[in-house]
């Protein structure tokens, strides 16, 4: 059996009401109806306490994401600017060579 608490300083009518809550929400007795009610509150506490420990966390986290998605995109468009500057040389390469009197497709190019 766990430990005894009394509550005090309810007005008779709260505890009426209590009794009246209970029996609508079908528990077996007030008792068990206020240690379910105890249980729950002190569940949602571990619960904010929990979400308080790791929300800078991931507050964060969502911050750094957001930066590498940036840098990413970056990155891309970078890349697809070098690959244009890369067809252009390719393009002069070609028209060179074939000033010169090469054929730049049997050379690859």
Known sequence: MGKRVDIKGLTDQEVQM???????KKYSSLNAFLLDQVRL?????????????????????NEVNKLILEKLI???RLHEQLTEKVKVYQDL???WLEF???????MGI
């Open 18 to 24: 209590l009794h009246v809550i209970a029996k609508e």
């Open 41 to 61: 509150l002190i569940d949602n506490q571990q619960i904010d306490e929990v979400r308080y420990l790791y929300y800078p966390h991931l507050v964060e986290m």
């Open 74 to 76: 970056e990155r891309e």
């Open 93 to 95: 390469v070609s028209r």
């Open 100 to 106: 010169e009197g090469y054929n730049p497709e049997e």
